[in-house]
């Protein structure tokens, strides 16, 4: 086993004694499907969440937010208990045994990042979530809004959240956009911001192309042709929760 990795999983033994089992998360068992499937590279989040880390450390309950447009709200999927945010909390409990993880789903269809923003702000004042998970990009770019605008208000919005763990998730990947160079410089907009302002990025564009590109890929979007369905939002969330449990791990190893 690779050092990095074995430090990541002495420390969720540490934490969770229940993992101790595990080889590493996201374990390949517990109804996670094949077809979730991604390169390690594409799993892997950079940036930081030390506040989600420390709580866990600590063992004190973690409050997430997801904001942003229909892929938060779920639309696509059979029922919203099957949308990606409730789907994470399921995830995160069963990779971090014994750890108490509330997700609550803010996401509103149809929002652009602006929209979000204001909405966003309010909903942080009101719960004082410790991570907030902000899903974005692909109605500012079929409606108009310029990728320098857009880049603006995501700084805002890092900004706002200061003080909190702020987790971006970009575009998801539509092969039939009518503007492929349009649409590709909003996800290298949320590329460019996640760097500047190390947040942690899931780089969901990338992930569903992989999936796509597979040579018998599972059908993951709803009978629209856009909105992801059930099998698409489980996806998101499992790759979404394994990253996230790496990174907190990685921090609290490098604690100890």
């Known amino acids: 086993m690779r050092r990095p990795a074995a430090l990541a999983i002495l420390a969720l033994i ?52 997801a904001v942003g447009s229909s892929s938060t709200a779920g639309t696509g999927a059979s029922n919203p208990a099957r949308a990606y945010p409730p789907r994470l909390e399921t995830a995160l409990e069963r990779l971090l045994p014994g750890a108490e993880v509330t997700v609550r789903n803010e996401g509103v269809g149809g929002e652009v990042a602006s929209t979000t923003l204001a909405r966003m702000e309010r909903l942080m004042a ?53 503007d492929q160079g349009v649409y590709l410089s909003f996800v290298e907009a949320i590329r460019q911001v996640a760097e500047e302002r190390h947040l942690p990025l899931m780089r969901r564009y990338d992930i569903m192309r992989f999936w ?45």
Do not use: K
């Not at 909105?227 to 790759?239: F, K, P, S, T, W």
């Open 14 to 65: 540490v934490a969770f004694p229940a993992l101790a089992q595990e080889e590493a998360p996201p374990p390949a068992t517990d109804n996670v499907p094949a077809a979730c499937t991604v390169p390690d590279d594409l799993r892997e989040l950079h940036g930081s969440l030390p506040r989600m880390a420390d709580l866990l450390r600590r063992r004190q309950p973690v409050r997430i937010l």
């Open 126 to 178: 009101e719960w004082s979530p410790d991570v907030v998970l902000w899903q974005l990009g692909t109605n500012d770019a079929l409606r108009g809004v310029t990728a320098q605008a857009f880049a603006g208000i995501l700084r805002e919005g890092a900004d706002a959240a200061r003080g909190r763990d702020l987790l971006l998730i970009n575009p998801q990947f539509y092969p039939r956009i009518p």
């Open 212 to 256: 796509d590109g597979l040579p018998r890929p599972a059908i993951m979007l709803s009978e629209d042709g856009f909105h992801m369905n059930d099998l698409g939002y489980q996806c998101m969330a499992e790759v979404l929760a394994g990253g996230m449990v790496r990174q907190v791990s990685r921090i609290n190893s490098a604690r100890r």
